[in-house]
């Protein structure tokens, strides 16, 4: 069903802002494009209602009228979240910064400081639930049709819905024998991966390969049939999604990206070091891995338990020598690795510093001692 498109924006500045937003649209995607229009729309919609006598850029002031658009945003039910609200705030000021090259007024640069736009809430991971993770599972191994199959690919490879929706027909790759990997294309963050799977994901794709091939549409390589564009395909995962979520009772919340969260979370607890979970999720930062992955506080539980039974990454103490009576270079030796005991213990127990470096110098000093000493012979 196609959106009612709607109809234009009458204000006297609509044009100027067009133009500018054409300006920037030449290095931006359609979906942000459209975002730039949006919030454009959305400013000019309360000037003429908030402030019918503004039509030049040149009367564009902070207060009232951006200040007073800002107040607007806070003001809306239900209220906009952080990061829209964000979002907006950078948009209008790319807009007004180009506005003040292309219409030769430099004031409108300051119209949106710096300081007006808030600092991101820290995002927590929201993994899905043990419950709702396996009632999805199971629900979608039942349904076993085109759409449970995806998901439950998306679910066992950490993939995005979108980067599900690129996967070719031969996604599913050999890498050596017996064992397989699926490539997956470059996705949001410009990045393409090879993630590591099992023969039940082999499975997973044999079984959508089947499907595909029962789709009246014509072969075009990909793994999942467009019925018209991807974006369309994306639309009929995501109503699935909630079609399955609402026959199980879960909360409207839940959201197929959840599963991407759960799949970190579930590596990370199976022994997978963090850089291999970074790659396996195609991220480009350790941070932005740290949003996914749920550290509860039984994991960390039986990590301080492992820690204290199994010390990792302690080195045992030197055995302490016993001092003997020998004479000769016997008793040099004994006295010499003697002195090297209590000077290693000691060492240790400094912290970092001036005085710890440079009582390493005198024990590898003391060690080259030692070994010249045991090629000496007792006279």
């Given at each position: 069903?196609?959106?009612?498109?709607?109809?234009?924006?009458?204000?006297?500045?609509?044009?100027?802002?067009?133009?500018?937003?054409?300006?920037?649209?030449?290095?931006?995607?359609?979906?942000?494009?459209?975002?730039?229009?949006?919030?454009?729309?959305?400013?000019?919609?309360?000037?003429?209602?908030?402030?019918?006598?503004?039509?030049?850029?040149?009367?564009?002031?902070?207060?009232?009228?951006?200040?007073?658009?800002?107040?607007?945003?806070?003001?809306?039910?239900?209220?906009?979240?952080?990061?829209?609200?964000?979002?907006?705030?950078?948009?209008?000021?790319?807009?007004?910064?180009?506005?003040?090259?292309?219409?030769?007024?430099?004031?409108?640069?300051?119209?949106?400081?710096r300081a007006d736009i808030p600092r991101l809430p820290q995002r927590l991971p929201r993994p899905l639930t043990t419950e709702q993770d396996q009632l999805l599972q199971q629900e979608f191994l039942r349904r076993n049709d085109l759409g449970g199959n995806a998901f439950l690919l998306i679910r066992h490879t950490g993939m995005r819905i979108g980067e599900c929706a690129d996967l070719s027909f031969d996604c599913l790759r050999s890498t050596s024998p017996d064992q397989w990997a699926i490539h997956v294309p470059l996705g949001k963050l410009k990045t393409e991966r090879m993630v590591p799977v099992d023969s039940f994901v082999c499975e997973l794709v044999q079984r959508l390969r089947f499907f595909r091939s029962l789709d009246p549409l014509p072969p075009d390589g990909w793994l999942l049939a467009r019925p018209r564009t991807k974006e369309a395909l994306v639309r009929q995962l995501r109503d699935y999604w909630h079609q399955v979520c609402h026959s199980l009772d879960l909360s409207t919340r839940v959201v197929p990206h959840q599963m991407r969260h759960s799949y970190a979370s579930e590596m990370l607890r199976s022994g997978v070091g963090f850089p291999a979970v970074m790659k396996l999720l195609g991220h480009t930062s350790p941070e932005m891995t740290m949003r996914y992955i749920d550290v509860a506080l039984s994991d960390l539980r039986r990590e301080f338990d492992l820690a204290r039974s199994k010390p990792r990454h302690l080195t045992p103490e030197p055995k302490a020598r016993i001092v003997s009576l020998r004479t000769g270079i016997d008793g040099v030796l004994d006295a010499l690795l003697s002195a090297q005991h209590v000077l290693e213990m000691f060492r240790r127990a400094l912290p970092n510093g001036v005085s710890r470096r440079c009582l390493d110098r005198l024990t590898n000093r003391l060690t080259k001692i030692i070994t010249e000493a045991h090629k000496l012979t007792t006279p």
């Open positions: 069903m196609n959106r009612a498109r709607r109809p234009p924006l009458q204000h006297q500045l609509a044009s100027v802002f067009d133009r500018a937003v054409d300006s920037l649209s030449s290095a931006l995607t359609p979906d942000t494009t459209r975002h730039y229009r949006g919030t454009a729309r959305n400013f000019l919609t309360y000037l003429g209602a908030s402030h019918p006598d503004v039509n030049s850029m040149d009367h564009l002031r902070r207060e009232p009228h951006i200040l007073g658009w800002m107040r607007h945003l806070h003001s809306q039910s239900p209220p906009l979240v952080t990061a829209s609200y964000i979002n907006r705030l950078i948009t209008l000021r790319c807009i007004f910064n180009e506005l003040a090259w292309a219409a030769k007024l430099p004031e409108l640069v300051h119209l949106i400081r």
